[in-house]
């Protein structure tokens, strides 16, 4: 199954991205800028660039120096798996809770994958023919200067979900490190000893080595996770009433997995006849707004196109399919061992399903912790030069030490209140997936693409208009739905 599964994702992947290789021929003068592509942050030397014919009469212009292609595809997959997956098993288990739900979780994990790296790959589309180096000056390229508050806004939204979840996370994994019910002191304590230092250092660059870890916990974590389904460390008892041949009856009892009853009432397995018809239940878009959350890396796709050596369209849409079909098959495998150990009971954290004395789930909590300790800053950073930049403060005051500590401190306390405030990840995952989620990773890049289609006024491309298009209406449709959902779960709780 997982082999046809994985097949199927790559070959889909590369024809939906080959969709976006031809282009129209657009009058020169139409062009907002020379048709260079901008290398690292500049334009690439002379000396290090070179002619590349497209199926269109334009020659781009492409970088002979860069990264290749297998070394990018790890880094963005590294940027796509990240904590968020662990909220999965949660997301299918908000709409079935029989293990053949799974069949068309696996379908949505697939499909909302396709639909993400359809996305990342427009945008790539968007900066090889305006000459954008980043998300925001693709929109200003394509669609103009006075509306680019709108996705400096959702990044700014999306940004704060993330360190919220992450929050959320690593109060939930260290309490249950520390064995203690003391949520919001663990909380508090790893927030003002542990992530209000690092997030006031000036150079994160020395943190980048510890994204390493995440990929090795998370790989770890998937592992693991398969041993104690497989293992049935975590079987309820099962309890049958038989009739012996005098008449008598007596009841057997099957002994449960040996850390089962090590764990939480409310967390043990439960599993019910929802199955996969309860797909067509609404709620199985909280599921899909998870999914948009979870393959969230689109504000990358600039950077991922320049860093690319010779970075023709063809080569860039092989690293998004790759790396899309990996985050895809990943996603779909750690999502079902969850779900079909623990099931309707998938906590919003499926760390926290596990025994606290489980050994194996120890060393993959402590590897998820570490690696999120020190992965905040990069997206805290991310969060707090947005909201400088939104408030219109001047580059060269954002740089102040005593500005940079006073918001660091501000917007730390704000997302601490809220972890502290909030249990469910699933909720604030959904809900950030449902509205910044899909505007960043649907609507925002097909607008875009067709807007650069218009200003430069390029022929033949109907078909992937309409298909920008119809992604575009769908990540609308799903926002606001799934957004709807989420909210009336919460109120339910």
């Known amino acids: 199954m997982w082999k046809s599964f994985s097949t199927f994702i790559s070959v889909f992947l590369l024809l939906a991205c080959s969709n976006v290789n031809s282009l129209g021929k657009p009058p020169r003068s139409k062009l907002a800028r020379p048709q260079s592509l901008f290398f690292r942050g500049g334009a690439a030397p002379k000396e290090n660039q070179s002619k590349v014919k497209t199926t269109s009469p334009i020659e781009l212009t492409v970088s002979k120096e860069g990264t290749n292609i297998p070394p990018l595809v790890f880094n963005l997959v590294k940027g796509i798996v990240g904590a968020g997956v662990l909220s999965l098993p949660a997301g299918i288990a908000a709409f079935g809770d029989s293990p053949s739900a799974l069949i068309p979780a696996l379908v949505l994990v697939a499909i909302i994958g396709i639909l993400s790296g359809y996305g990342f790959a427009l945008i790539g589309k968007v900066c090889a023919y305006t000459g954008a180096t980043s998300y925001g000056e693709g929109w200003k390229e394509s669609l103009g200067e006075s509306s680019s508050w709108i996705p400096s806004l959702s990044a700014i939204f999306m940004t704060f979900s993330g360190c919220l979840a992450y929050s959320m996370i690593l109060a939930d994994t260290f309490s249950s490190l520390l064995q203690t019910k003391e949520r919001t002191k663990v909380l508090l304590s790893v927030t003002g000893f542990l992530l209000l230092p690092l997030c006031w250092m000036k150079n994160l660059a020395s943190l980048a080595p510890f994204s390493l870890l995440g990929v090795i916990g998370m790989g770890y974590t998937a592992i693991v996770m398969a041993v104690r389904y497989l293992d049935k460390s975590y079987v309820m008892p099962v309890i049958t009433e038989s009739m012996s041949e005098d008449g008598a009856s007596f009841v057997r009892v099957k002994a449960g997995g040996k850390f089962v009853e090590q764990v939480a009432a409310d967390l043990k397995p439960v599993f019910g006849e929802a199955g996969w018809s309860s797909v067509f239940s609404p709620k199985s878009l909280i599921f899909v707004c998870m999914l948009s959350t979870a393959y969230m890396a689109h504000f990358n796709a600039p950077k991922f196109f320049l ?26 495998f750690i999502a079902s061992v969850g779900f079909l150990t623990f099931g309707k009971a998938s906590s919003g954290v499926i760390l926290n399903n596990y025994a606290s004395k489980d050994a194996l789930m120890s060393l993959s909590r402590i590897a998820v912790a570490v690696s999120l300790v020190f992965g905040y800053p990069l997206l805290f950073q991310g969060l707090r030069d947005g909201t400088l930049e939104i408030f219109k403060i001047p580059a060269e005051k954002r740089k102040e030490a005593r500005l940079l500590n006073i918001a660091t401190i501000l917007l730390l306390s704000i997302v601490t209140v809220m972890a502290a405030t909030l249990k469910d990840v699933t909720f604030v995952l959904a809900l950030g997936g449902a509205t910044c989620g899909c505007l960043l990773a649907y609507v925002f890049p097909a607008a875009m693409y067709c ?33 709807k959902m989420a909210i009336d779960q919460q109120l339910q709780k």
């Open 451 to 483: 807007g650069m289609v218009k200003k430069l006024e390029l022929k033949g491309e109907t078909m992937n208009i309409v298909f920008s298009i119809i992604s575009a209406v769908l990540g609308v449709i799903m926002g606001v739905i799934g957004a």
């Open 307 to 332: 860093e690319l050596k010779e970075n023709t369209m063809a080569r860039y849409n092989t690293v998004v399919a790759s790396s899309f079909g990996a985050s895809i098959i990943l996603m779909g």
